[in-house]
């Protein structure tokens, strides 16, 4: 990595903006990926990070870990025999350390103690949870993989002080059948701390389903197949549903069986929510995988109030509104909307059409016409060329799974099957195109529509809102990919849903390092940040004495951080400790 940095002149004056800047290699070639933007790196930013980062741990001064174990003065000298000194047990530090403030910072330490005070086992509950979640979030993997190989190869035992030894997979597995009871008390938990930490307004709440998939067996009474996001119809999944604020932050979850439809979770989920944090002033935003009949006329007749997706059949509706050239507004760009009234007056409708979203969707409808196509031109010929009688109720089913696989064109077709005793096969395949599916596509391409019961927005503001819906999508893809979520190994229901509460917790510190990160310029992406402090490690330096007697001295140091690492510290505020143990004297 190395530093590139930029110049520009702004009211009469020059400034240098920095980067930081990695080569990475894609295939044969490497190009220059950027790490952070660092900008001008003065002093009075430098002070704001450090200053937000106390703001957030809310611990003792940061500047205070350079000297631990430190003495103001040596006490003594010794001779050392320098061709004998040796580095040995290094070991990865920084991004387990960074994992563990973040772990305090949101006070889970704290809340753990609480929850699961010391009893007769050997190892703390709170250290094994804070290995797990700690492990999840650096580097996500199996509870065996933590206890037989990631545990060993960092520093968390110097951090947490569990024995490699003890961290077994058996105990790792009970810690969490620990755990599961406490979920409610830690997602209040988190909402109060990101409050205290970030001043989050809970006036509006996006709320979404995923589906996560199974390797193996597991337990039938939750583990359905059902509508797989995942795209593995051949797994048995479990549905899980994610409330988050408007900038992402997650609230609470529940966990359904695999095979339950989207529309059916609504009125539990919002009364859940509700009834742990309150429904005054609340906001929910939801895809049009939620809408039906039913639960719009349960918001409505409770009194809440929404902004939702509307399904793609209900433009027909609106189909005079939509080929109308007036009374649309330009929000964005590539972005005009246009109000539409209810007819009961309840409901305002909000058509959308985005630019970009035409060429997406004209693309896709012609390579899927396109399919369609080759496919029953493929299947005439062969009805063609048969020298046999071929069943009907056979080419009418595959006609079927043809327009199955390609349903967004499937409507511009007309396509029949006929008696034909002038051919071997006795079929006839007929098929034409569909003018009337070409003139609509032509004009709904792009176009979707909002739906809400809020009178007093404007368009932009609707528009605006429903977007938002993006930040719980962004939540679903960083569990998936990011915290590797899937695909679920554990085969009883309460592991199955313990694997999914630490991830949560997991994900709760992915969102509070991007924060923290954020505001202190480093850009969105915590994977970036915990890449780079992965490098930075912990070992023993060993020092043996040059005197009669065989003895040594060891020192755990923190290997000192490169000059791109102490960057990134420095505008996050940190300080890394420079040893780990006080120096120890041993026989050789």
Avoid at 179 to 195: D, N, S, W
Avoid at 271 to 279: D, I, L, Q, T
Wanted: proline share 4%; aromatic share 8%.
């Amino acid at each position: 990595m190395y530093l590139r940095h930029t110049t520009r002149r702004k009211d009469g004056k020059v400034h240098v903006y920095w980067q930081l800047v990695r080569s990475v290699r894609r295939g044969r070639k490497v190009v220059q990926e950027t790490v952070a933007h660092l900008g001008e790196l003065d002093a009075v930013g430098r002070a704001k990070a450090t200053q937000l980062a106390r703001s957030i741990s809310g611990r003792a001064d940061q500047n205070a870990q350079g000297l631990l174990f430190d003495s103001p003065s040596p006490n003594e000298s010794v001779r050392v025999r320098l061709d004998a000194v040796r580095l040995e047990r290094s070991r990865a530090f920084g991004a387990v350390w960074l994992g563990l403030k973040i772990w305090q910072a949101l006070n889970l330490d704290e809340l753990f103690s609480g929850l699961l005070p010391p009893g007769r086992e050997s190892v703390a509950w709170p250290d094994v949870i804070a290995t797990l979640a700690i492990g999840r979030l650096c580097e996500p993997s199996s509870e065996l993989h933590v206890a037989e190989q990631w545990y060993r190869t960092t520093a968390l035992e110097d951090l947490i002080g569990i024995a490699p030894e003890q961290l077994y997979d058996e105990r790792l597995y009970r810690t969490l059948d620990r755990l599961l009871p406490h979920k409610q008390a830690i997602e209040e938990h988190l909402v109060k701390r990101f409050g205290e930490l970030f001043e989050l307004d809970y006036d509006l709440l996006l709320y979404d389903v995923t589906s996560t998939y199974f390797e193996g067996v597991a337990d039938a009474s939750i583990a359905k197949r059902g509508y797989s996001r995942d795209h593995r119809p051949d797994c048995v999944q479990v549905n899980i549903a994610l409330v988050v604020t408007r900038e992402g932050m997650p609230l609470g979850y529940e966990i359904f069986p695999g095979n339950t439809t989207d529309v059916t979770t609504v009125e539990q989920i919002v009364a859940k929510m509700e009834a742990r944090f309150g429904k005054a002033n609340r906001v929910w935003v939801m895809d049009r995988g939620m809408v039906s009949q039913e639960n719009l006329a349960w918001l409505n007749d409770t009194g809440r109030r929404y902004v939702i997706g509307t399904p793609k059949a209900e433009l027909k509706r609106f189909a005079k509104e939509i080929e109308e050239r007036t009374d649309w507004r330009h929000i964005r760009d590539d972005v005009e909307v246009k109000i539409c009234h209810g007819p009961d007056g309840k409901e305002t409708f909000l058509l959308c059409r985005s630019a970009s979203r035409v060429e997406k969707e004209r693309a896709m409808h012609e390579r899927f016409k396109q399919r369609i196509e080759v496919a029953l031109h493929s299947l005439e010929r062969r009805i063609e060329k048969s020298v046999k009688p071929l069943e009907r109720g056979a080419i009418e089913r595959q006609i079927g799974r043809i327009l199955q696989k390609n349903s967004r064109a499937a409507a511009a077709f007309s396509i029949s099957v006929s008696e034909d005793q002038t051919q071997p096969s006795g079929l006839k395949l007929s098929r034409s195109y569909r003018p009337d599916w070409a003139a609509w596509a032509a004009l709904s391409e792009g176009v979707y529509i909002l739906r809400t019961n809020i009178s007093t927005w404007s368009d932009e503001q609707l528009w605006m809102t429903y977007i938002q819906l993006t930040e719980a999508e962004a939540a679903f893809r960083v569990h998936k990919s990011e915290l590797a979520i899937r695909p679920i190994w554990h085969h009883k229901a309460e592991r199955i849903k313990a694997h999914i509460l630490v991830c949560f917790i997991a994900f709760a510190m992915w969102k509070t390092l991007q924060q923290w990160q954020s505001r202190a310029g480093l850009g969105h992406s915590p994977r970036t940040i915990l890449t780079e402090f992965s490098r930075i490690h912990v070992a023993d330096i060993v020092l043996p004495l040059a005197e009669p007697r065989a003895r040594e001295i060891r020192i755990r140091c923190v290997v000192r951080p490169e000059r791109e690492q102490a960057i990134l510290l420095d505008h996050l505020g940190l300080t890394l400790p420079q040893r780990l143990q006080p120096p120890t004297m041993s026989e050789m």
